[in-house]
């Protein structure tokens, strides 16, 4: 079974904090791909030197034609509500 997420790059090692109660801006790239059927890949990164560089992939489940090999996209976007 393949690793559904996995650290593709460390970011830069930085000892720069944010000021407790500075504004900060944050921004993401994102790069998705289709696999086939349901299944999709992304690639995802902070837009920071100090950000890592991950892989995530997702589908669906057998019910809607997917493979069930990977959470559902629902999935995730609860998990980052929770976060």
């Known amino acids: 079974m393949e690793k559904i997420v996995r650290k593709l ?7 720069e904090r944010p000021q407790p109660g500075a504004a900060m801006e944050i921004r993401i790239q994102v790069n998705a791909e289709s696999l086939g059927k349901m ?7 902070g837009m920071r030197a100090d950000s890592s560089t991950w892989e995530m992939l997702c589908d669906e489940g057998e019910r809607v034609g997917g493979e069930d090999s990977a959470p ?12």
């Open 39 to 45: 299944k999709k890949r992304v690639v995802v990164k």
């Open 72 to 83: 559902p996209p629902l999935v995730y976007f609860s998990a980052g509500i929770a976060f």
């Open 9 to 15: 790059a460390a970011g830069a090692a930085t000892s």
